[in-house]
């Protein structure tokens, strides 16, 4: 059977946080909270449902704030959830971005194409991979953090005069490889608009679309 949206957005943030070194979460009125401490982005409010009476109290926490808050909404109804998010006053984010899945025993493999070479490095549950050119040092890296049997890809990164060369499909390729032989079997990640159409071309699937706002403190 397959997994309900707020267990996937549980999931995709435990690996998260893990990855960034976060605080774990705290859930209650339908919404994860995670403490940041970043000065534009004090606290984000995570909503695992995008239902008119749960997001309106979360979107209402959220404008409230004294600190910069944001509020990250995935939803299969982006447009209505939109517009509960725009009534109370928050500032949308550029972009929407996508909550994707993968099956990691299919993710296709990307060898780095000479003159790259590639190394992997493991920190407790998160492991890095990082591209790198002869004359240029590093040209694309990108993190994993396995939490049980998923792992959550984080922080894909290509550095600009090495784009449009398939490196960002080496890491990923590397990424979810490594992932697999510490016994992980779903990938789940958070792409940009950008980072979908590579995700997508290498087989991962859109869960839902995501909203992302800022409250006006922020």
Not at 80 to 105: F, H, S
Not at 111 to 118: C, F, L, M, N, V
Not at 156 to 183: C, F, K, Q, W
Request: proline share 8%.
């Amino acid at each position: 059977m397959a997994e309900s949206l707020p267990d996937l957005i549980r999931r995709w943030q435990a690996g998260w946080g893990v990855s960034r070194g976060f605080r774990p979460a705290e859930e209650s009125r339908g919404g994860l909270r995670v403490l940041l401490e970043q000065p534009d982005r004090h606290r984000e409010v995570i909503a695992l449902s995008a239902e008119p009476d749960v997001l309106r109290g979360l979107v209402e926490e959220v404008a409230a704030a004294e600190r910069p808050t944001w509020l990250s909404v995935p939803a299969n109804r982006p447009e209505e959830a939109e517009a509960i998010v725009r009534e109370a006053g928050l500032k949308l984010r550029d972009g929407r971005e996508a909550l994707m899945t993968i099956p990691l025993r299919r993710h296709p493999p990307r060898p780095a194409p000479p003159p790259y070479t590639g190394a992997t490095t493991m920190n407790g549950a998160v492991c890095e991979t990082v591209l790198r050119h002869p004359d240029a040092g590093v040209a694309a890296r990108g993190t994993v953090a396995v939490v049980g049997t998923d792992a959550i890809a984080d922080r894909i990164e290509t550095v600009p005069d090495h784009r449009r060369r398939g490196l960002g499909s080496v890491v990923m390729s590397s990424l979810a490889e490594n992932a697999v032989a510490r016994g992980a079997t779903t990938g789940i990640l958070m792409a940009t608009a950008d980072g979908h159409q590579l995700y997508s071309a290498l087989g991962w699937s859109t869960r839902a679309t995501v909203l992302i706002a800022q409250s006006p403190a922020g």
